[in-house]
């Protein structure tokens, strides 16, 4: 019984380590953007991932978005990382990014470059590229002082169960943003 109990302890001790390396990169939970302005929350809808504005400094309207009956909805809880797939290469999606700033929906990818930086790039014309680094928030948008309700009086998106966040994704009219 002893030699069992201490082969079963060497094995946890041996293979432990190799489990957690192989373990898949998880890209979800809070992320702050580079310019500190907002949070955006990447949630996994089953086969793919989203992302939506889960608090912003100045919270307000998608007022550039093309599909006018668009325009009116709030910024906090609108996606932003959409449809995002995983790719052959280990920590990387690929799918569509909204801008909110002009409007329009890019091509895009998400990398982890380290569990705590989400590197996101965003391509036009398929060549013209941006990107930058996002870095994983310490704590969740609804505990930021200030910021628990959105300009609509609503809880802030990023309370909401993960299985919300995907069934109102889906049902967006128009484009997938």
């Known amino acids: 019984?002893?030699?069992?109990?201490?082969?079963?302890l060497a094995m946890c001790v041996t293979t432990g380590p190799a489990f957690a390396r192989n373990r898949a990169p998880d890209p979800t939970g809070e992320w702050r953007v580079a310019d500190g302005k907002a949070l955006i929350r990447v949630v996994d809808c089953g086969k793919a991932l989203w992302g939506v504005v889960s608090w912003a400094a100045r919270p307000g309207r998608?007022?550039?978005?093309?599909?006018?009956?668009?325009r009116r909805r709030p910024t906090l809880g609108m996606p932003i990382?959409?449809?995002?797939?995983?790719?052959?290469?280990?920590?990387?999606?690929?799918?569509?990014?909204?801008?909110?700033?002009d409007g329009r929906t890019y091509d895009?990818?998400?990398?982890?470059?380290?569990?705590?930086?989400?590197?996101?790039?965003?391509?036009?014309?398929?060549?013209?590229?941006?990107g930058e680094d996002w870095t994983r928030a310490r704590r969740s948008a609804p505990h930021i002082a200030g910021h628990e309700r959105?300009?609509?009086?609503?809880?802030?998106?990023?309370?909401?169960?993960?299985?919300?966040?995907?069934?109102?994704?889906?049902?967006?009219?128009?484009?997938?943003?």
């Open 62 to 70: 998608d007022i550039h978005n093309p599909n006018a009956a668009l």
């Open 81 to 101: 990382l959409l449809n995002m797939q995983p790719t052959d290469e280990r920590g990387h999606w690929e799918g569509q990014i909204y801008n909110a700033d």
């Open 150 to 177: 959105g300009t609509t009086g609503e809880a802030s998106p990023a309370s909401a169960p993960a299985a919300t966040i995907c069934s109102r994704v889906a049902v967006v009219p128009g484009r997938p943003h």
């Open 108 to 130: 895009a990818s998400i990398a982890l470059s380290n569990a705590g930086t989400l590197h996101v790039e965003g391509c036009a014309l398929g060549f013209l590229c941006g």
């Open 1 to 8: 019984m002893r030699a069992v109990f201490w082969t079963l």
